[in-house]
């Protein structure tokens, strides 16, 4: 049996395959220059040089600074009490406020202080008077007893009278001092300057009966100290006392941060705080 054979006009011929040949070529031709334009129009264009900002050195002091968490807490802190038996009489402050040293702030029943304290002055000048009475007849006895007009136990009595004289004087002095004492007491005052917080008693109660009564408490604005948890880095503290340094920088330097986050001066905080727990 004969193999099929394709018709003539399936089959290519030589001229066939040539022009196909040609073609190709004509079409790569035609693509290349399309390639190349293409790359021409996306030309690479560089970025702009990075803006450097260029600094002046300067030469100056820099304060070396430590920075930890802490707390400030003042180097004086007195509770004012009452150191006489009495009724309040006035309060001479705003509770929170700032006084300075010297200042009065309670005032207790001084009328009746400074009477027990002329009645001690009177009795020291009685005692005084009867002094000078035993020295002179003691005098006078004396010169008697050198003429022996009177007896010698007569002297002795003088002598004895003179001698209790002059310590009834010294008991009377002891008391004024006393008396005197007991009547500046009346007047509590700031022993230094500081922050006086709220009053704990009011005008008109008995205060000093039993025991000296706490009026209030003041604490000194400067100096105050810096208590801060030292410890080694990235560990534990070394130890749990807290370590205080003493600051004796002004107030007006002494800044600390209010509840709020505002930057406060340190005496403007405390007495902040000494009126809020006043109206707690």
């Not at 180097?75 to 009065?104: C, E, H, M, P």
């Not at 105050?224 to 007006?252: E, I």
């Amino acid at each position: 049996m004969k193999p099929s054979r394709s018709p003539a006009w399936v089959r290519p011929n030589g001229s066939a395959k040539r022009t196909a040949r040609a073609a190709c070529g004509l079409s790569f031709a035609v693509s290349a220059p399309l390639v190349l334009a293409a790359c021409e129009q996306n030309s690479f264009v560089a970025p702009p040089p990075p803006k450097v900002d260029v600094g002046v050195p300067v030469q100056r002091a820099v304060t070396r600074y430590l920075e930890a968490t802490g707390n400030t807490a003042p180097i004086k802190s007195v509770d004012l009490v009452a150191r006489v038996q009495g009724v309040l009489q006035s309060i001479n402050y705003q509770d929170g406020a700032f006084v300075k040293q010297g200042t009065t702030l309670f005032t207790i029943e001084p009328d009746t202080y400074k009477l027990k304290l002329e009645q001690a002055e009177a009795a020291e000048a009685g005692a005084q008077a009867s002094l000078k009475q035993a020295e002179a007849d003691y005098k006078r006895q004396a010169d008697l007893v050198q003429k022996q007009a009177v007896s010698q136990a007569t002297l002795d009595t003088s002598t004895s009278s003179r001698d209790n004289a002059q310590a009834n004087l010294q008991q009377a002095q002891a008391n004024t001092k006393i008396a005197a004492v007991n009547y500046g007491y009346t007047n509590v005052v700031a022993p230094f300057d500081g922050i006086v917080s709220a009053h704990l008693v009011s005008v008109g109660e008995l205060v000093g009966a039993a025991s000296p009564t706490q009026l209030a408490t003041i604490v000194q604005l400067d100096p105050t100290g810096d208590c801060n948890d030292f410890g080694k880095p990235g560990g534990r503290p070394a130890s749990r006392q807290m370590v205080c340094q003493r600051s004796y920088r002004s107030q007006s330097r002494r800044r600390t941060s209010g509840p709020n986050g505002e930057v406060m001066n340190y005496a403007t905080s405390a007495a902040s705080r000494t009126a809020a727990s006043a109206n707690a």
